[in-house]
């Protein structure tokens, strides 16, 4: 089965500073790796997702990830804080053995003015 | 329009109740879930439908019922509702099963047993 873990659950900013999240993944056969985004009092959002297409990806909201097989890592960044980013962050993980979604514990985002 | 629309937001309940909660997509999905979030924001799935066909049944007691009349809906029954049912029940569809489809999720519906 595959799982992450996300390091660091929670995290504060400035605003205008970078962002930076960390995901590492474990799995048997190759992942596919999302971060989800979510708002207070909501649903979860996909910011982005990876699927070996290529190792960096990019989001909405301007957040990317890198995949880094030799570091089962899949980080997320932004590098410019802004107010609007504080939310509950969500690193997850399928593959074609398990498509089940397997989330991590998420990591809180606040961001100081 | 709302995507995945989940009624009621909050229902709050006594113990040994029981409640139903319901979940409509109007994307034209073929799959639904359920998933759990409990009070430190851990979320794990519950159940999944594929075309009314129930795919994925974790490790969740019985009194948790899932019912898929038909694609565009997936409704989670609960019986004798005890305080640990206490939690956020999410809602989401994806276009297809498969490893790489992302999920679109309802609002949440907070469930407090007291």
């Known amino acids: 089965a595959q799982s992450v873990t996300q390091l660091g659950s929670h995290v504060s900013v400035s605003e205008g500073a970078l962002v930076l999240l960390r995901c590492n993944y474990s799995?048997?056969?190759?992942?596919?790796l999302f971060w989800y985004v979510q708002y207070p009092n909501q649903g979860l959002q996909l910011l982005l997702k990876?699927?070996?297409?290529?190792?960096l990806v990019k989001g909405i909201n301007g957040f990317e990830a890198e995949f880094k097989k030799s570091e089962t890592s899949f980080h997320l960044t932004k590098p410019s804080a802004h107010m609007s980013d504080a939310a509950e962050y969500f690193c997850?993980?399928?593959?074609?053995?398990?498509?089940?979604?397997?989330f991590g514990a998420g990591t809180t985002v606040t961001v100081r003015a | 329009d709302t995507a995945v629309s989940q009624t009621p937001k909050y229902l709050v309940t006594q113990m040994g109740n029981d409640k139903s909660i319901k979940c409509e997509q109007n994307?034209?999905?073929?799959?639904m879930y359920w998933y759990k979030q409990d009070s430190k924001k851990f979320l794990k799935i519950m159940f999944s439908?594929?075309?009314?066909?129930?795919?994925i049944n974790e490790t969740v007691p019985n009194r948790f019922s899932p019912k898929s009349p038909d694609k565009a809906h997936l409704n989670l029954h609960i019986n004798s509702l005890e305080l640990g049912d206490s939690a956020v029940y999410f809602c989401?569809?994806?276009?297809?099963?498969?490893?790489?489809?992302?999920?679109?999720f309802g609002q949440g519906t907070r469930l407090t047993v007291v």
């Open positions: 994307l034209g999905h073929d799959t």
């Open positions: 439908y594929n075309n009314k066909e129930l795919i």
């Open positions: 997850a993980v399928s593959a074609a053995n398990d498509y089940k979604l397997s």
């Open positions: 989401a569809s994806s276009q297809e099963v498969g490893p790489n489809t992302e999920a679109f």
């Open positions: 990876y699927t070996s297409a290529a190792t």
């Open positions: 799995s048997s056969v190759p992942p596919y």
